[in-house]
């Protein structure tokens, strides 16, 4: 009896409850809490709300890709000036074919599809076509509810807008193949075994990569030619040509990112943290390629070559196997294969880069051969560098025969700056 009159009391209270909460919530409240749209009606105003339009492509040199963490491409170009002209930050989203492409449009996670694709194939999957030009053969793809999108891509799409981002792209072509920089000799003074000013720098940084100081010149100079306010087409900066945003990651500032030390240093820094990203090569020498490669044209396309090496049989962790396929992820067969996730790249200057440190290093009298840490001077305290025990000494070469090496405290050092002046 007594269980009856408690669950009694139990339900009244409940219901008095639910009756109070319906008149603290009323209908409309809830509705007002609800998405305003679905995703099979998202249309420019909810992404005009969000900020960002949500691009999907297809790798490609012509299409998108990304250069020294700079997204290129004609049609990511196009698109990007596009959602600029609507306020909008554009959000990319890599397909690896026609199919997966339409996919997410189709499925709502993706506003555009910024690829050509034939009108009749976007026809056939139920999607509109978008170009200024109805005659085209080749067209973009939104869903067909997306109609004030499409209204908007049509006012802006003028007939000379393509001549207009090719001009664009063009310019910047140029001035890719130039670095903004004094050239310097590859030596200060090769009888005394002084490669730069900042040798003393790349002596103290060695000790953050343990690398051999001179593999840091040897890259230095092929990234500024030892010109601190070197500047690149894609904005890299200083002695060790830093992206803005790698910069900003290693705690440099804009104001800083000129100064040789914190550069060098910073440059240092990064290196260490490809080394850890390429610990998984456990021979020193090798990963040291990777690491350079890593630098040059990004881990993650390093990583998408390595992918294709096992692939095809090949050693992922040597770089004569995986060099093949950084050139191949210039070919449509790599850069559109499943495996691969960042895409296209300019493998060509990935492989030269490395190439062409390693070389000039050896000039330098460097040797990939020997010590694990590669390097063969530690830096101390008191400003001065001291040889390491039981390293084997580097084979001296045709450049490093018969040279002393001076340290930043040696008399000669000072007298040759002031003569220099």
């Not at 067909?144 to 393509?162: F, G, P, R, T």
């Not at 095809?312 to 050139?327: E, M």
């Amino acid at each position: 009896m007594m269980k009856t009159i408690t669950m009694a009391l139990f339900l009244c209270l409940l219901t008095a409850c639910g009756k109070k909460a319906e008149q603290r919530t009323p209908m409309s409240y809830a509705f007002d809490k609800m998405p305003t749209s679905s995703k099979s009606d998202y249309d420019l105003e909810d992404i005009r709300k969000s900020g960002e339009l949500v691009v999907a492509t297809i790798s490609g040199p012509e299409t998108y890709y990304e250069h020294h963490g700079v997204s290129l491409g004609f049609h990511y170009a196009l698109i990007e000036n596009f959602a600029e002209s609507e306020g909008l930050k554009v959000r990319i989203e890599i397909a690896s074919d026609t199919i997966s492409l339409l996919n997410l449009l189709k499925t709502g996670e993706a506003d555009i599809a910024a690829f050509p694709l034939t009108r009749q194939a976007v026809q056939e999957e139920g999607l509109t076509a978008v170009t200024s030009n109805e005659k085209r053969q080749k067209t973009w793809a939104i869903k067909n509810s997306s109609k004030e999108l499409a209204k908007a891509i049509k006012a802006w799409y003028k007939k000379d807008k393509e001549i207009e981002i090719r001009k664009r792209i063009a310019e910047r072509s140029k001035k890719s193949r130039r670095i903004r920089n004094k050239p310097r000799a590859v030596y200060l003074s090769r009888s005394r075994g002084i490669i730069s000013i900042y040798d003393d720098l790349f002596k103290q940084a060695s000790s953050i990569t343990g690398w051999d100081w001179k593999l840091l010149a040897a890259q230095c100079y092929q990234e500024s030619a030892f010109d601190p306010n070197a500047t690149s087409w894609a904005g890299a900066e200083g002695l060790m040509q830093l992206m803005p945003g790698t910069a900003q990651e290693l705690g440099l500032t804009p104001a800083e990112i000129n100064h040789p030390d914190k550069n060098v240093f910073a440059a240092a820094r990064y290196i260490k943290k490809l080394n850890g990203s390429f610990a998984d090569i456990r021979d020193n020498g090798e990963r040291i390629k990777f690491i350079l490669a890593a630098y040059n044209g990004g881990a993650l396309h390093i990583r998408d070559a390595m992918a294709l090496a096992r692939k095809y049989g090949k050693n992922a962790h040597l770089w004569d196997d995986v060099v093949q396929f950084v050139l191949g992820l210039q070919n449509p067969q790599y850069y559109r294969d499943p495996i691969v996730k960042r895409g296209y790249m300019i493998g060509s200057e990935t492989a030269d880069y490395v190439a062409s440190v390693l070389e000039r290093w050896r000039g330098y009298g460097g040797n990939i051969a020997y010590h694990p840490s590669f390097a063969t001077e530690t830096p101390q305290s008191n400003g001065q560098v001291l040889p390491q025990k039981n390293i084997r000494a580097i084979r001296k070469n045709k450049y490093s025969s018969g040279v002393r090496i001076l340290h930043p405290e040696d008399p000669e050092l000072h007298q040759m700056n002031i003569s220099s002046q």
